[in-house]
């Protein structure tokens, strides 16, 4: 479940609250991502890679499995594949299947929660808030990401090469 702490919104501290499941997913696919897809990637290479238990990633890449956004090869020289394009799956994919539906609030997931359900003032907030991260999370590919990732190294590296000609 994607939560956002607001019992602190009237100090300014409003924080998204992604489990670790959500945060290591999405890290380890981005790394199925980064790879060309002619061979497997190792769960301990990204386990090392991403400084994760290779008993965590295992439980992860069962779900995400499980889901179809990867796909699996046993053996000595086995490993995970993405099932799609990087460009087919989306921020939203991952962390719905790793997390759940993204509800801010515990009454979007129950309005029998909420004794003023029907008269709640910040219900509609609530949820322009909820659509609105849907939105964002649901428009972010994995290639966004890699395109994202790749121009950051490409300057990088045209920062040390402009420096060491200098």
Do not use: H
Request: net charge negative; proline share 2%; aromatic share 6%.
């Amino acid at each position: 479940m994607v939560w956002i702490d607001l019992t602190g919104y009237l100090r300014g501290d409003v924080n998204m609250k992604l489990s670790t499941k959500g945060k290591y997913g999405l890290k380890a696919i981005f790394e199925l991502a980064l790879s060309d897809g002619s061979e497997p990637v190792p769960l301990k290479l990204i386990a090392s890679k991403q400084n994760i238990s290779d008993q965590y990633l295992e439980q992860i890449f069962s779900v995400l499995k499980k889901a179809g956004l990867v796909k699996s090869v046993r053996g000595a020289r086995g490993g995970y594949y993405l099932n799609s394009s990087p460009s087919d799956i989306t921020v939203g994919n991952v962390l719905r299947v790793l997390e759940g539906d993204m509800k801010l609030t515990e009454c979007q997931l129950d309005e029998d929660l909420c004794e003023n359900s029907d008269s709640c003032a910040t219900k509609v907030v609530w949820t322009k808030l909820q659509k609105s991260l849907e939105d964002v999370v649901d428009s972010i590919t994995l290639q966004d990401m890699l395109d994202d990732y790749n121009s950051k190294s490409k300057k990088l590296e045209n920062d040390i090469t402009d420096r060491l000609c200098k």
